[in-house]
């Protein structure tokens, strides 16, 4: 049964333009502090928006980060609570996507969906369909050659382009990518400007919302080679990664073996921190801000494309990331077992140009699983009962932020046995491991942040009992939502 198109809400926002990273962390916009990214488009958006200076994923890996945010729950109520473990068929209707396609929104996708699919398994292809997406440009990652159906890849062929890159001369742990305009992020971008164009030039009264899901800047880092030499021209002012040596002694098992063995393995090698020289750290972290650039000059494309169409006024900008990357700090690479700021904390901005007022920082803890609720209110349908995440729509017009004592996450891998619950307030985190006593407790108000675990520290037993308590009272309401 076709959807109903005649009557979509009326909110005070038409449209949504959604643009999602991957693997990115928080402090890789000009505007959050880096000096040395270049991030002019993105840093513009922010100042002409709302810059979330706080704002949390809700698990630290891809599925079940994309798979809560879409359907504003949390992880292991929508149940996929780690990589390869798929959205659920009856839980397909409370995707964001799904519904307010059901209310008459045109929905349309380029680059990563990743909440069902495998990428172990070449013959797994997402079906954006069956999610809400009557446009669905598909490719879940920058290296096309093995997914008959991924778009990327057909683009490149279109235009007689082989894919190609090259491993850098000094590091086999990092790749010389596509030029920028052939590059996955371009094709990315060039999908949401067609839509952009298309909507406005052939249906300009239908209500939109697209999904822009770069898969930069997952590893493998793969940047272009001028964004890249770009960064090689400043290499000794590239920081190293924050790592003390010694500091895993305290933390659980399974970061010391990701450190010292590379257990986890992610394209192209495992990285296992103590084989790389000091050239190399800097040149991981060089290509990862190399893609970042390339990101932005993108975002810059893709906002021109909504000011040129006449759409800006109508269409709330929310740009963010799934989950953060380590970039060695702590002595780990890429994303993991663990849940630290590096991997937690992402971007957020929201963008409307009728928000009241503009222009702002909030450092008020926010969740991604506030999005889907904040998208509810923006274009004024009503909201399902089943939403967890609490909608900022009220403070992007000139009300209160949202208040919350704590940001939390949650991991689980029944296959690794791996279970993390965490709980971040202003001064602690609180990392629970599994169903024993095993854990990690950190100060923020210490020199030593994330350095030292305080797990076991005499002097914090009585703080840590008092969160271990919130998290045990937090978990038990998201059972309750799940069993309901």
């Not at 959050?32 to 100042?47: E, F, I, K, S």
Request: net charge negative; glycine share 6%; hydrophobic share 35%.
């Amino acid at each position: 049964m076709k959807p109903d198109r005649s009557h979509p809400p009326a909110g005070p926002v038409k449209n949504i333009l959604w643009i999602c990273t991957d693997q990115q962390r928080w402090d890789t916009l000009g505007v959050t502090g880096n000096h040395l990214v270049h991030t002019p488009h993105l840093d513009r958006l922010a100042g002409e928006g709302v810059l979330f200076e706080r704002a949390y994923c809700n698990n630290p890996v891809c599925m079940p980060s994309r798979s809560s945010f879409l359907s504003g729950v949390y992880p292991s109520t929508c149940e996929v609570p780690y990589n390869h473990y798929h959205y659920p068929d009856k839980l397909l209707p409370r995707l964001i996507t799904h519904r307010l396609n059901a209310l008459g929104y045109n929905c349309g996708l380029s680059g990563k969906l990743h909440i069902r699919m495998d990428l172990r398994n070449a013959a797994s292809i997402e079906s954006g369909f069956d999610h809400g997406y009557d446009e669905f440009n598909w490719s879940p990652c920058g290296y096309p050659a093995e997914w008959a159906g991924c778009q990327y890849q057909h683009w490149l062929q279109d235009k007689g382009v082989d894919f190609e890159v090259k491993m850098h001369p000094q590091t086999g742990h990092v790749q010389v990518g596509m030029p920028a305009e052939h590059h996955q992020t371009t094709w990315c971008a060039q999908r949401a400007v067609t839509f952009i164009q298309a909507m406005a030039r052939t249906n300009p009264d239908q209500p939109w919302l697209f999904s822009c899901n770069f898969f930069d800047p997952h590893n493998p880092n793969d940047p272009p080679p001028d964004l890249l030499a770009r960064y090689e021209a400043m290499l000794d002012h590239i920081p190293l990664p924050d790592y003390e040596e010694g500091e895993l002694a305290d933390k659980p098992a399974v970061q010391r073996d990701h450190h010292e063995r590379a257990v986890k393995r992610m394209p192209p090698f495992p990285l296992r921190y103590s084989d790389l020289s000091v050239r190399e750290h800097r040149l991981i972290r060089a290509s990862y801000y190399a893609m970042i650039d390339l990101i932005d000059q993108q975002v810059g494309w893709i906002m021109q494309a909504l000011d040129d169409s006449g759409q800006r006024d109508d269409t709330l900008v929310i740009f963010t990331s799934d989950h953060g990357e380590s970039l060695g700090d702590h002595g780990l690479y890429w994303k993991g077992f663990w849940m630290y700021e590096e991997s937690m904390r992402v971007p957020l901005i929201m963008s409307w140009p009728g928000m009241t007022p503009s222009s702002r920082r909030v450092s008020q803890f926010a969740e991604l699983v506030d999005l889907t609720p904040t998208i509810y209110d923006a274009i004024g349908a009503d909201k399902p009962g089943w939403l967890q995440g609490e909608s900022w729509w009220p403070f992007l017009n000139g009300g209160n932020p949202v208040h919350r004592d704590f940001v939390f996450a949650e991991l689980t891998d029944e296959r690794e046995n791996i279970d993390l619950t965490m709980i971040r307030t202003d001064r602690h985190k609180l990392v629970h491991h599994g169903d024993g006593d095993e854990g990690e407790f950190y100060d923020f108000n210490d020199k030593h942040r994330e350095r030292v675990n305080h797990w076991r520290d005499p002097s914090y037993q009585e703080v840590k009992a008092d969160l271990l308590a919130k998290m045990n009272h937090k978990r038990s309401e998201i059972k309750r939502a799940r069993i309901a």
